[in-house]
């Protein structure tokens, strides 16, 4: 499968249908000589471009339309402009990002534009009680937009265990709970205001269970809890929460009936992939879905400098996701 993209590294890429074209919205990797860590210093991004094509045809141009936001653009923000998100609502389009503050912990922030291709004005502070990495915006039917969050290790979302949105540093670096009856930490979840730029609710965190037991995954259960990369879409009236699950590499989904969850654990979307981190989306484009990821190998498996990539993805007769067409 060849990248979508090759003028530039590219990665964590959001997909999005705007005006009847896809929009694309990833991080931006560019060369460093920060050595590999586990809490992700190397993926020091500085910018975000936005990308566009009308149809997935392996012939059809992707254009680029350039730097839309920087990190010297942002006043509150030290460095590494990580995975962004975009959306619309009532002629705006809104690009939300994490990065970190001048403290180095991270926050998210917002930046408005009037056309899906940028450019973006940011706001000049951080959403308030923002915290961690990886914001992913869905706009229910109804209206209701809803941001989900959090990523653990260099993401920072295990600091977070006090509740309230303490910050709590003896948990930096790359650690989580573990131990025999101890539940994995969840994502989180929060209401966004009709103006699309503050949270209209508490922060909360999402439960995600066992089918065979109907409780929280365990914390050592690494194959199936959550570790990152937060996605929601929406098919047959079901909500479908996928993450990847970072040090085991497999991109996974869990079902619901709200966009609060809980979730129920239902099975993995990709295998893993050349390179360290997976980061996807899911959308419907042209009456098909696809998912959109990343991985290595047109850099020759260099880890911070990684490539978007697409596949079609299916549904059978009960609503799993699969890989090939059902019969």
């Known amino acids: 499968m060849a990248p979508l993209i090759t003028n530039i590294f590219t990665a964590d890429p959001s997909a999005h249908v705007f005006e009847g074209k896809l929009f694309i919205y990833p991080s931006h990797d560019r060369e460093?000589?920060?050595?590999?860590?586990?809490?992700?210093?190397?993926?020091?991004?500085?910018?975000?471009?936005?990308?566009?094509t009308e149809s997935l045809?392996?012939?059809?141009?992707?254009?680029?339309?350039?730097?839309?936001?920087?990190a010297e653009d942002v006043p509150w923000v030290s460095k590494q402009l990580w995975a962004p998100d975009a959306?619309?609502?009532?002629?705006?389009?809104?690009?939300?990002?994490?990065?970190?503050?001048?403290?180095?912990?991270?926050?998210?922030?917002?930046?408005?534009?009037?056309?899906?291709?940028?450019p973006f004005t940011p706001d000049p502070e951080p959403i308030r009680d923002s915290y961690s990495i990886d914001p992913a915006v869905f706009v229910d039917d109804?209206?209701?937009?809803?941001?989900?969050?959090?990523?653990?290790?260099?993401?920072?979302?295990?600091c977070y265990q006090k509740g309230n949105g303490i910050f709590d540093p003896e948990w930096l670096g790359p650690r989580e709970p573990s131990g025999e009856g101890v539940r994995a930490l969840g994502p989180r979840v929060a209401r966004l205001a009709d103006d699309m730029r503050q949270f209209?609710?508490?922060v909360k965190e999402i439960s995600i269970l066992a089918p065979e037991t109907g409780e929280p995954i365990a914390a050592d259960d690494h194959d199936r809890r959550f570790f990152e990369a937060a996605w929601m879409h929406k098919y047959d009236g079901k909500y479908y929460f996928s993450y990847s699950t970072g040090d085991t590499h497999y991109l996974v989904y869990a079902v619901g009936d709200?966009?609060?969850?809980?979730?129920?654990?239902?099975?993995?979307?990709?295998?893993?992939?050349?390179?360290?981190?997976?980061?996807?989306?899911?959308?419907?484009?042209?009456?098909?879905?696809?998912?959109?990821?990343?991985?290595?190998?047109?850099?020759?498996?260099?880890?911070?400098?990684?490539?978007?990539?697409?596949?079609?993805?299916?549904?059978?007769?009960?609503?799993?996701?699969?890989?090939?067409?059902?019969?």
């Open 258 to 327: 709200s966009p609060y969850g809980p979730f129920t654990y239902a099975g993995r979307i990709l295998e893993p992939v050349l390179g360290w981190t997976t980061h996807h989306s899911i959308v419907e484009f042209h009456g098909r879905w696809w998912l959109f990821h990343h991985d290595c190998e047109l850099s020759g498996g260099v880890d911070h400098l990684r490539s978007v990539k697409v596949k079609e993805i299916f549904y059978d007769k009960d609503g799993k996701i699969v890989t090939e067409k059902p019969e």
């Open 200 to 202: 209209a609710s508490e």
């Open 87 to 118: 959306a619309y609502k009532d002629g705006r389009y809104y690009l939300y990002f994490p990065a970190r503050d001048k403290q180095g912990v991270f926050r998210i922030g917002v930046a408005v534009g009037d056309r899906p291709e940028g």
């Open 32 to 52: 460093t000589d920060i050595k590999f860590n586990d809490d992700g210093d190397q993926y020091d991004m500085v910018d975000y471009h936005v990308f566009s």
């Open 142 to 158: 109804d209206g209701r937009a809803y941001m989900y969050f959090g990523g653990l290790w260099g993401g920072q979302l295990q």
């Open 57 to 70: 045809d392996p012939a059809a141009p992707v254009t680029d339309h350039g730097v839309v936001l920087r």
